[in-house]
């Protein structure tokens, strides 16, 4: 099993991966690191639990915001698909599957 090194508020942590998901993995990290350090900016020194803490809930927060999107549009796609016609119900048919499998992915974030 691939390892991979993360750096994540200026802190190395070794993690075990998927083959294949180093890079993905990796991009994640940033992504936190990146929220920590503007809640750093913000908020000023904080002890790392607390600014892990944080940052995870705003991204948990963002999950939330992005599943909501996903109900919407598949909402609308749905009302579409069932008035438009073929060519756009066919189209609609397409994102309606492409939202679905965001949704599923999304909802094992949510876990």
């Known amino acids: 099993m691939p390892q991979v090194v993360l750096q994540i508020n200026g802190r190395n942590y070794t993690l075990q991966c998927g083959e294949g998901q180093e890079e993905h993995l990796r991009r994640l990290a940033r992504m936190l690191d990146s929220e920590i350090a503007d809640i750093r900016e913000k908020a000023g ?3 790392e639990l607390r600014l892990l803490i944080m940052a995870s809930l705003v991204m948990a927060d963002q999950v939330v915001e992005l599943q909501q999107q996903v109900a919407t549009l598949s909402a609308e796609l749905e009302r579409l698909r069932q008035q ?4 756009c119900r066919e189209a609609a048919t397409r994102l309606l599957q492409a939202l679905d499998g965001a949704a599923t992915r999304l909802e094992r974030l949510k876990g």
């Not at 438009?84 to 060519?87: I, K, Q």
């Open 45 to 47: 020194p904080l002890g």
């Open 84 to 87: 438009g016609d073929p060519a």
